[in-house]
């Protein structure tokens, strides 16, 4: 009876849900420290892009001091839309802030796909394009990028038909952290099809397509606070679009999609921004550090990276058994088993001693 009743039900789900798969995510801390029997506090979790040093402790104190989590958050976020158009130097009526910028992926994809709709992807990149691609019922047509990842703009151009309404750019990319030029997205933008630049790392870079939004109708730029914020857990991004898009993205968001907390987080680090940055610029220059002596040492060879991660070739060994001597040591980096980064592993940047463990760690791998 009851294997009826679900059977019955699955034919009622939408065919293009069906088979979905599901996005692969983050492994909590407990649960990694349970697997290699090293305490949570000491585990070296270079995995997520997070940021090392946490937060601005102006959040934590807000957060503990905070009355009012009993009343339901404001829809249009008055309290942050001010610091926010200070920050992004773009005005309000061009922001939306969203739980993540994961949400406002998800938004713009929601906005302009019917059914069976084309989004193009220029992989290797973000995993959640393709997945809410598919959850809001789109087709992900895929454009590899080069070599050196560079994004193939006459592929994405060719690739374009009148199904075809999304191309997503990460700039700076993750996984390979670099980042794409101003001249190259806007010859995706004369398409006329809509271009979301992904700037979850422009802290890092300091490059971005923000200040042109006001002028191209199909141009949208995503920021995120997770990373040079330290936010991941309270989830807070924000969209620049234009004025109209903007208008239709507030309409069909959840009203309460940004919480209290995350206002509240996004307020203070905003009030903060000094002490974040210098956090931002100890990672710049970890980056740099983290890179030198990896390379030095010849087990891993680095890509470029204008990001809080570097993605190494392996140069000796195998990146799967690499990975798994390091989870053995409670040190924790980002393994793909996708082949355009066969053999290749992504490691954020931590603080100089998590360098110092990796390094040590890898001094006496032999290989193999
Ligand atoms: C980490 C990451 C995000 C996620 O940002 P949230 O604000 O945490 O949702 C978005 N885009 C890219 C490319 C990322 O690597």
Request: proline share 6%.
């Amino acid at each position: 009876m009851t294997r009826y009743a679900a059977r019955g039900v699955e034919r009622l789900i939408r065919g293009s849900l069906a088979g979905i798969e599901p996005y692969e995510p983050i492994v909590p801390l407990e649960v990694l420290s349970e697997r290699c029997g090293v305490p949570v506090d000491k585990l070296i979790k270079l995995d997520g892009n997070e940021n090392p040093y946490g937060c601005s402790p102006r959040v934590r104190r807000a957060l503990a001091n905070y009355h009012f989590y009993h009343i339901y958050p404001d829809p249009l976020h008055r309290e942050i839309i001010g610091p926010l158009e200070e920050y992004a130097g773009v005005s309000r009526e061009h922001i939306v802030a969203g739980s993540g910028s994961d949400e406002l992926i998800d938004l713009v994809l929601r906005l302009f796909l019917e059914p069976g709709d084309k989004v193009i992807n220029c992989v290797p990149t973000f995993g959640m394009y393709p997945f809410s691609t598919s959850v809001c019922g789109g087709r992900t047509v895929t454009v590899p990028r080069s070599d050196t990842y560079e994004v193939d703009i006459k592929g994405v151009k060719s690739a374009i038909d009148k199904r075809t309404k999304v191309i997503f750019i990460a700039s700076p990319n993750n996984p390979s952290g670099n980042a794409t030029s101003q001249s190259n997205i806007l010859k995706l933008v004369e398409t006329g099809v809509v271009v979301v630049v992904d700037e979850a790392y422009y802290e890092f870079c300091g490059q971005t397509v923000a200040p042109l939004v006001p002028k191209y109708s199909n141009l949208v730029v995503l920021r995120s606070f997770s990373k040079w914020a330290g936010l991941g857990g309270l989830r807070a991004g924000y969209g620049i679009f234009s004025a109209n898009i903007a208008e239709l993205i507030r309409r069909i968001k959840m009203p309460y999609n940004v919480n209290a907390a995350a206002m509240i987080a996004v307020k203070e680090s905003l009030a903060d921004e000094d002490y974040l940055q210098t956090k931002v610029k100890a990672i710049v220059a970890e980056r740099k550090r983290l890179s030198d002596k990896l390379k030095k040492q010849g087990v891993l060879s680095p890509l470029p990276s204008q990001a809080n991660f570097i993605l190494f070739r392996v140069v000796k060994g195998n990146a799967w058994k690499i990975k798994q001597e390091l989870d053995s040591k409670g040190i924790f980096v980002r393994y793909f088993a996708t082949p355009s980064l066969k053999n290749m592993l992504r490691i954020s940047v931590g603080k100089p001693e998590h360098t110092d463990a990796l390094i040590e760690a890898l001094a006496n791998y032999k290989g193999g």
